[in-house]
């Protein structure tokens, strides 16, 4: 009976650190798309006469927000409250978004070059966070699912950004 009792007490203990490692790695992946739906939205206030890019932007946002609803709904079933902040990486980014559109005039070009970086930084926080172990299989399948949309975002926005290279 002793030993059953501490393979019980061995096997809640793992689970329970697997759920807060979990919870860790959602909370990232929610600060990241904090992140990323405030840079859009500095973004749109750069953009004043292209349709075409204040939609695309719009849409990232409501990408954004869609994937942290995701998230913070899995962190509430493995019962915790999300986090919501943006994170200091992300803080420090848009500083030096700021500074840049300072010296470089708010070009859709240049701002466009940011959002590419920013799709590159959220993509490499998803990836990162589907190679660590303890994430669950159906929470790997929603991440892989967010990835994939964020891969074909990165992609309209390099392709955007590439198609003002002969202006």
């Known amino acids: ?22 919870i860790e790695t959602l909370n990232d ?12 939205e500095d973004a749109l206030s750069e953009i004043k006469d292209n ?10 946002i409501l990408e954004s927000r869609q994937f942290k609803s995701t998230l913070v709904r899995e962190i ?14 992300g803080k420090l980014h848009r500083a030096w978004l700021d500074i840049k559109a300072a010296f470089s005039g708010h070009s859709d ?8 970086f ?8 998803y990836q990162s966070a589907l190679n660590e ?11 892989n699912d967010q ?7 990165h992609d309209e926005i390099k392709a955007l950004r590439d198609s003002l290279e002969h202006y």
């Open 1 to 22: 009976m002793g030993v059953t009792r501490s393979f019980i007490k061995k096997t809640n203990t793992a689970i329970m650190e697997n759920n807060i490692a979990t």
């Open 29 to 40: 992946l929610i600060q990241i798309n904090y992140d990323r739906i405030a840079g859009y």
């Open 51 to 60: 349709a075409e890019l204040r939609s695309v932007f719009t849409n990232k």
């Open 76 to 89: 509430e079933v493995l019962g915790r409250d999300p986090n919501n902040y943006t994170s200091l990486g």
């Open 109 to 116: 070009k240049s701002i466009l070059e940011e959002c590419e």
């Open 118 to 125: 920013g799709e590159d930084a959220i993509k490499k926080a």
């Open 133 to 143: 172990g303890h994430l669950l299989a159906y929470i790997k399948d929603i991440l």
């Open 147 to 153: 990835l994939s949309i964020l891969q074909q975002s």
